[in-house]
């Protein structure tokens, strides 16, 4: 088995583990092994030098069932697994309220094997004949199977994407796929998805809606067509697969990519010129066909727009800048960050030391990071206190010996209640750059938040407004504040925003960056980053800028490392 196959089976007894009530922990310890086995280079080359448990996450156990797959392409604790639980267990435990019991009974007295098994029985009457089912929880039942085509999971951006790269490696690996690529809100960059979207160019559909069906990781299937294919992970995300000729590959990908009041509003503009944004191709116009169109980038220039970067598709406003002469060809892109912002070390919460993210920073040719860990307020994090501060400075300026990247200190400082900064003024205007960011009493009154989020911006020492919003993406919500209020004291002051890659905040929002835009505010785009693979975030941090608008040149950290380090340094002159 290759490293994914591996992964695939690694998530399969992680889950059959969970079905048969094993510990959370356990579970856990499975998934973080597939990651770990995915992130691997050479899985032949470990394997056979005994080297699995050098990979982080990767323990005895796993290293023993990883080592078995990897040369036998089997696993006997898989089979043990599949054959100890009921068939179809993973697939039926999808629907609300089939337990393992319920599961094992239905099994053994219908013979049920899989969600079609379960719904024909269910629609003959025939589960209520079981002992503990009845003519009410046969009807739950249907109502489970049925609402789970119409079930919205939502799940992180990163969670997304990590999922659509397995499924566009499988489905690029079927000989007739001539291009399989993602759409709808991933391909936008959303900070959360409710369904992956596919979109692939095939010479034999339905081989291709085969071959995508028997990808190991789909627990069910909910529906297929013709040309289309919908399913279900085993987290419940869904995935729909659309298949289109080559010929209506630009078309198809672009009508599945923008959200659909941006394709209603260039279905409109389209019609004026004789243009058809689904279908096989352009219509046909006095009797001749129109020549087909070869890319998304064409179909805009056919309507007299420059092309849409897909993360601006959204009808906030960006097919009428594009009419007005705006082609957002200078949005910020990963290639124009110079260095990286918001990292942390071990000398608060952090997991690695000052010499090992310099080396990772310098490992992916950045020409500076800065390293600004937590304040003392942070006590929980492993806050900074002065003379840890001072002994932080000294280790910066020995690894600065060892590296050609640039080592920027600086601190991520508390905002406290009052609307200071942790540190004297004195300390602060001492260091390179200055986060400062809201870390409690988030449940202030929007006036008590806003007045000393403002109070800090109007502090006279330069600095990079952190997480603006406080926000945990789908587990806690932004803090409530006057935001206009606020992007008004820091248009006025000696600050700027922090665009955070951390996929779990992807804060601030796209719609206060483009209100920050209109103020002329400039931007850092953050790692917030706690560990050396975590500097990566940037692309994040990237993708909700691009949302955003954010220009190149509006970007702190696009600037080389002087005139970086001019532009944020914390002294009070100006």
Known sequence: MDRFAVAGALREMGRLLEARGESSFRVRAYERGARAVEGVADLGRLVDED???????????????????HRTGRSERLERLRAELPPGILELGLVPGMTRARITALHQALGVRGLDDLKAAAEAGRVRTVKGFGPRTEEKILEGIRSLATREERVLLYQAEREAEALLRHLRSAPQVERADVGGALRRCEETVTEIVLVAASRDPARTLLHFSSYPMLATVLERGVDHCAARLPDGLRVEL?????????????????????????????????????????????????????????????????????????????????????????????????????????????????????????????????????????????GLQLDRLKRQWDEIAKAQEKVKVRLLRGTESDILADGALDYPDAVLEQLDIVIASVHNRFRMSSEQMTRRLVAAMKHPVFKVWGHAQGRYVLTRPPFECDMDAVLDAVASSRAAVEVNGDPHRLD???????????????????????????????????????????????????????????????????
């Open 508 to 574: 601030m929002v796209p719609r206060w960056l483009r209100e920050a835009r209109k103020r002329g505010i400039r931007f850092v785009i953050s790692t917030d980053a706690h560990s050396t693979a975590q500097l990566r975030n940037v692309r994040y941090g990237v993708a909700m800028a691009r949302r955003g608008w954010v220009r190149r040149g509006e970007v702190l950290n696009a600037l080389p490392a002087d005139a970086f380090r001019r532009a944020v340094r914390p002294g009070t002159a100006a």
């Open 51 to 69: 080297r699995l448990r050098e990979v982080p996450g990767i323990g005895p156990v796993l290293a023993s069932a990883i080592a078995e797959l």
């Open 242 to 382: 659309t298949v289109t000729p080559l010929a209506a590959y630009a078309t198809t990908l672009h009508r599945l990519t923008g959200s659909p009041a941006h394709i209603e509003k260039l279905e409109a503009l389209a019609g004026t010129r004789g243009l058809a944004l689904t279908g096989a191709g352009p219509r046909r116009n006095g009797g001749r066909r129109a020549t087909p169109i070869e890319d998304e980038a064409d179909f805009y220039r056919r309507l007299g727009l420059p092309p849409l970067p897909p993360e601006v598709r959204e009808d906030e406003g960006e097919v009428e800048a594009a009419a007005a002469g705006d082609d957002f060809a200078d949005l910020v892109t990963e290639g124009d960050v110079r260095g990286l912002v918001h990292c942390h070390t071990v000398y608060s919460d952090g997991k690695h030391t000052v010499e090992q993210m310099a080396r990772a920073a310098e490992a992916m040719g950045m020409q500076y990071i800065t390293i600004t860990d937590h304040s003392p307020t942070a006590h929980y994090a492993g």
